[in-house]
């Protein structure tokens, strides 16, 4: 589930089917949050590289092996969080499509046979670690499949005016859970407990986070780092109360929104940086967001943009503070749809794409491993840079101690011949889809939707 809509200082909220749309909170800045420092997390999500796996699609197989088959590829391409898609039954009772939901869980505790087994499941985690990566899961807290074996429990969910077991919004493949229910917080705090002390996962994607209330969340979390205290918590939500003490990380989906409206809509590229400070003003100091511009929500990046304007959009997100998220086949070019419906049908990821798109791969191992190299790309300060295009292009430093890189966008097909408001001696990082050439900053060229990176030298 994700926010299609979203609007700053909106009041209201909007909501959608599971799997096809999110709510949106509303937007004005608390000044009892956004005077908090954001909770210590741990280095590696600082530094880390995201990639969502939708585990049925990502293999032939479309299993756990699968995915511990290319570990390697993961590894070299930068990544060091694995999150997996919902790898629990899929609710059949008021399906949709011919496969389901994998937002529509039947058992939290099980595993989906045609997935693998709980030791496919410790294998992949085991081979995850030996290369340094972590691995996340996804946990769909709000609602559960209509034959979950929750259903047991019918004081678990919650009731229409008839005392009936009702859905949120119109998500009527879905049963909604009511945490007014102490015994319910303790199952599902239970649950999240045996996942990690079982299977020594580092971690959860909370889905639909904003949907449960923020004290069961920072309550779980409490006795979730008693379990492992070095664990991650991401929520699928745009609500910065549920970073005071519960998350780790939530969705940059103004960020994301923003870009579609420069890339697709016409709009300024200045939206950019706005819509980056609105944000900040907003959350706890230092809170990290997951920067995406592709998931299972959208439409693939490469259909909304174009493939060079997916590159030219890949590069800003990775040369933002938070954490990059990589989508399933995204690093090949693939434009496999998974958004609804075909989330909820067989679809695999076309993976020979990558001979279509060759510098498509080339730049995501190359900008996850500058990102990797350099403390700078991954938490260092933002500083905005005015340009003389900015109608199209997005320019700004990324700093911290001694280390000093300028990132220019070109979020056009209109080609920059100009300069940027910045001084000192510069080396261009060689990219795969830019061409280096010889005029020195403040100077820049940029054709359309190219990116450039440099790095500053010493005097």
Known sequence: MKSRLFAALACCIFAASPGTGFQSYAQTPDPAIASLEARHSPDWLKA???????????SPAGDLNGVTARLDDLHKLGV?????????????????GSLGSPYAVRDYYAIDPALGTKDDMHRLVQEAHKRQMKVIIDIVANHTAWDSVMMAHSDFYKKDKDGHITYPYDWTDVAALDYS???????MTDMLLSWIENFDLDGFRCDAAGEVPTDFWEQARKELEQAKPDI??????????LMRSAFDMDYAWPMMHTVDDVLMN????TKVRETFEQQKSLYPKGALHLRMSDDHDELRAVTRYGFPGALAASVLMFTLDGAPLIYNGMEV???TQSRAPALFEPQKIFWQAADWHPDSLKLYSQIS????????????????????????????LRRAGEEEFLVAVNLSSTP??????????????????????????????LNAFEARIFQKQAQ
């Open 48 to 58: 880390g590289t995201v990639y969502q796996v939708f585990v049925r699609s990502f």
């Open 266 to 269: 016409g709009q300024p590229a």
């Open 369 to 396: 491993g500058l990102r990797n190299q350099h403390a700078a790309l991954q938490q260092g300060a933002t500083v905005w840079l005015h340009n003389s295009d900015e109608q199209h292009v997005v320019t700004s």
């Open 416 to 445: 920059f011949r100009g300069s940027v408001e910045a001084r000192g001696n510069w080396k261009e990082i060689e990219l795969p889809v830019s061409k280096q050439e010889s005029e020195a900053i403040p100077f820049v060229s």
């Open 232 to 241: 991650m918590m991401l929520a699928e939500a745009q609500k910065p109360e």
């Open 181 to 187: 229910n102490p015994g319910l917080r303790r199952y």
């Open 333 to 335: 070019g693939d434009s």
């Open 80 to 96: 060091n969080i694995v999150w997996l898609m919902p790898i629990h039954p899929d609710g059949q009772l008021k399906k949709k």
